[in-house]
């Protein structure tokens, strides 16, 4: 990176011999080009950014990259009464809202690309293309995605592939994608290659495909 400490120099100084020879003397003692350059690729740069340089442009933007994902041992069950489908006494613990969660750091490549999202998140309008957009990038090569609206108010996002459990947090999250305030929304999950559905939905035929595993998550509100 090419620096010149003539280009620093306010325009109410630059008649002033000595302050500009003083000037270029520390410069050539300290020669800061190496650190200004390591400073702007690892701290400045978003697209080269890394370690706390991304970290940084997390409290800028407003979102950090560790994540609450369902913990993939967690078999969400408690204890509880009989017809509850829940386990009897000695089985399992007492309801928690904590348990079965697990936290997830992203790492710096990941991150970038969640910071470039929701940036654009900040700023862009809340319509069903920009919004389709940002996620496509979120989930790129995933398969295909959908918004689609669905009653007064609500959206809903349509996956035909299953999330990973990071993925759906993301997915969750109330400031990700942006949507029109007061806008619900739900999460739908169908693989299409292995879910059953009627003639034209490019879904499976009867006897080789079973109804969806993923119902409708309700509801997220923004």
Do not use: C, H
Request: proline content about 4%; overall charge negative.
């Amino acid at each position: 990176m090419s620096f010149n400490i003539d280009d620093t120099i306010l325009s109410q100084y630059g008649a002033s011999k000595r302050i500009k020879t003083l000037l270029r003397g520390f410069n050539e003692l300290i020669k800061p080009n190496a650190d200004i350059e390591l400073f702007y690729n690892n701290v400045f740069n978003i697209l080269t950014a890394q370690g706390v340089g991304l970290d940084i442009w997390g409290i800028i933007i407003g979102i950090g990259r560790t994540l609450q994902v369902q913990s993939s041992s967690n078999n969400s069950t408690f204890l509880g009464f009989n017809g509850s489908e829940q386990d009897v006494f000695n089985s399992s613990p007492f309801y928690n809202s904590n348990a079965g969660t697990d936290t997830v750091t992203l790492a710096d490549n990941a991150y970038r690309e969640l910071l470039l999202i929701k940036q654009s998140a900040n700023i862009s309008r809340t319509d069903a293309a920009t919004l389709t957009s940002l996620l496509e990038r979120l989930y790129n090569g995933r398969g295909n995605f959908y918004v689609i609206e669905v009653g007064i108010m609500k959206l809903r996002y349509i996956f035909e592939f299953y999330l990973e459990p990071f993925e759906e947090a993301l997915a969750a999250r109330r400031d990700l994608p942006p949507k029109p305030a007061g806008v619900t929304y739900q999460i739908l999950q169908v693989k299409t290659s292995e879910t059953f559905g009627f003639n034209g939905s490019g879904m499976q035929p009867f006897n080789n495909g079973v109804f969806s595993p993923y119902g409708l998550q309700e509801t997220y509100t923004y």
